[in-house]
């Protein structure tokens, strides 16, 4: 039997990550699906745990082989997708899957996925918060950070287009309420 599918999407900052973190300590039928990338690796992220790390042109191989259930050119050159391979797997496990991708990538796996997956925005009030955050990551050039603030303000305006909305203001309560989602998502 496949399981089901949880899409968590929002701008860069709104800590999708983290509330996807901690829904897999607390749900024990949750698997991540590792995203495929074409970004450069990050000091502190490792190959295969947080994201498949393939050349530009390993990734349009696995576009033309049909081998991702969704990609995205998120900026130019650099892209985001989903392998069908590590969805198949998690399903194969008897777990539901849990993703973790940027908006445009949320609202087309929905589009794929249908009534077997349920899709959540994560939210904040603002995108000055975002630019917090991002700074305090210390991960991203000036440039990079005023581009990935751009996109969040258009990103901010697709909270209409998902299931649910979790309001990331107190990270203890947008934790609490998407675990309520979630097993409810689960067990319906």
């Known amino acids: 039997m496949e399981g089901k599918a949880i899409i968590f999407s929002a701008p860069s900052g709104a800590g999708k990550t983290t509330i996807v973190h901690s829904l897999l300590d607390r749900i024990p039928s949750l698997r991540f699906s590792i995203s495929a990338t074409t970004r450069p690796k990050r000091s502190t992220e490792i190959d295969g745990r947080d994201y498949y790390f393939l050349s530009l042109n390993d990734f349009k191989s696995k576009i033309d082989s049909e081998e991702l259930l969704e990609w995205e ?4 050159d650099t892209y985001y997708g989903t392998l069908k391979s590590e969805v198949e797997r998690i399903w194969a496990d008897g777990n539901h899957v849990i993703f973790d991708v940027d908006v445009k990538g949320g609202k087309h796996l929905k589009e794929i996925l249908e009534d077997q997956a349920i899709s959540i925005f994560v939210k904040v009030k603002g995108k000055e918060i975002l630019r917090e955050r ?3 990551r210390n991960t991203e050039s000036e440039e990079v950070l005023n581009m990935r603030i751009d996109k969040a303000s ?4 697709e909270e209409v287009h998902f299931d649910q909305v979790v309001l990331n203001e107190n990270l203890d309560e947008a934790i609490n309420k998407a675990e309520f989602i979630v097993k409810s998502f689960i067990l319906s």
Do not use: G, P
């Open 134 to 136: 991002l700074q305090m």
């Open 73 to 76: 050119e998120v900026y130019t």
């Open 154 to 157: 258009e990103e901010m305006k």
